[in-house]
């Protein structure tokens, strides 16, 4: 089996499946049960644009501990062209647009993740610690912002020391389009500011660990209205 393996600059429309009618059949875009995988600058499940439809019902990436540990992969990252899209997979057989069972030390950085069925990014939380992918990560909180005139503040919690990615979001489980990085303090709090608002009115973030365990995706928190502030030496009447 290889380590070490670089998927990089392919588009894979309509890659894989799964059948309800055959037991445990599932066809992932990528299956991946080995260490120091690199995926970078793909397309999952749709075009160049990222506007059309060419997902399939299964996870476009899937990391396992099978023959190997899935550990130390990088799937995207801010080199230019590194990041992926991840579009339109996922059904009610499959669990994420990317899958992480069991491996960890796996960095998921600054991808397009949107209209992924059920969620966009599963570490199988829901099946107990003796499954959990990135050794069970948490994801952060977003827990409120400040937005005016074009441009706003996010403000949220995670564990200490957390780098934090944070995205404009058309939805819940939706990581549109990457906007900042940021890094929470001791106390796990964090914010990040001059953030332009005009093209969705949602933010969606992911968290990092220090050994490169990176979480599911937050809660999608809606943009809240922007305060006025009334100039009290002046007569509005």
């Not at 749709?46 to 396992?64: C, F, K, P, R, V």
């Not at 799937?75 to 992480?100: M, R, T």
């Not at 940021?182 to 608002?197: C, E, F, H, K, P």
Request: include cysteine; proline fraction near 4%.
């Amino acid at each position: 089996f290889v380590t070490d393996a670089k998927i990089i600059d392919n588009i894979f429309q309509n890659v894989g499946g799964y059948d309800p009618t055959l037991a445990y059949y599932r066809a992932m875009g990528v299956y991946i049960a080995a260490p120091h995988c690199i995926i970078q600058g793909n397309v999952f499940g749709t075009d160049i644009t990222g506007t059309e439809n060419y997902g399939s019902n299964a996870e476009a990436i899937y990391l396992q501990n099978q023959w190997l540990p899935a550990d130390n992969c990088i799937i995207g990252g801010s080199g230019v062209n590194e990041p992926n899209i991840i579009a339109n997979n996922g059904s009610e057989g499959a669990v994420a647009g990317i899958a992480i069972v069991q491996g960890k030390h796996n960095r998921i950085s600054r991808n397009r993740i949107y209209n992924n069925s059920p969620i966009g990014i599963s570490l199988a939380i829901y099946a107990g610690p003796t499954w959990w992918g990135n050794q069970g990560k948490p994801e952060p909180v977003i827990t409120s912002t400040n937005i005016g005139l074009g441009t706003g503040v996010v403000y949220g919690t995670s564990q200490a020391s957390d780098i934090i990615e944070v995205f404009l979001s058309t939805g819940e489980n939706n990581a549109n389009t990457y906007l900042t990085t940021v890094i929470t303090d001791s106390s796990g709090y964090w914010q990040a500011g001059n953030l332009d608002v005009s093209l969705s009115d949602r933010f969606i973030a992911t968290a990092t660990d220090s050994l490169n365990n990176t979480s599911e995706l937050s809660n999608s928190f809606i943009v809240e209205e922007p305060c006025i502030s009334l100039d009290p030496n002046f007569s509005y009447t």
